[in-house]
């Protein structure tokens, strides 16, 4: 059974920062892309930020040079390191993994930047 457990959410204020971390278990880890996406009230899901098995990284431009995603495959766990958290950057951050059709979601963790 794959399982994709986010932590790390929370309330910031603005200009503060947070780290998300994803552990995965039930699957081989290292030949999944994983990535980062997020949903805010109203809104679709969008992707953040994208790791490839190699460790290539893709960014949304509005978190470029703000977040940064790193993967550890010893620990089967991605990471989401975002700084300079803006109110905009409110909303559920989701765990995903992919394997061009194979595809997992976590359950999500809430990111709430307000003063």
């Known amino acids: 059974q794959v399982q994709l457990v986010e932590s790390g959410g929370g309330l910031v204020q603005p200009g503060g920062s947070l780290r998300l971390s994803c552990a995965a278990s039930?699957?081989?880890?290292?030949?999944?892309?994983m990535g980062w996406y997020r949903q805010a009230p109203g809104k679709q899901r969008e992707l953040v930020a994208g790791i490839t098995p190699g460790g290539s990284t893709n960014y949304a431009d509005s978190v470029k040079d703000r977040f940064t995603i790193s993967r550890d495959n010893a620990k089967n766990t991605v990471y989401l390191q975002m700084n300079s958290l803006k109110p905009e950057d409110t909303a559920v951050y989701y765990c995903?993994?992919?394997?061009?059709?194979?595809?997992?979601w976590g359950q999500g963790t809430q990111v709430t930047v307000s003063s």
């Open positions: 995903h993994a992919d394997l061009r059709v194979i595809h997992y």
């Open positions: 039930g699957l081989t880890f290292n030949i999944y892309a």
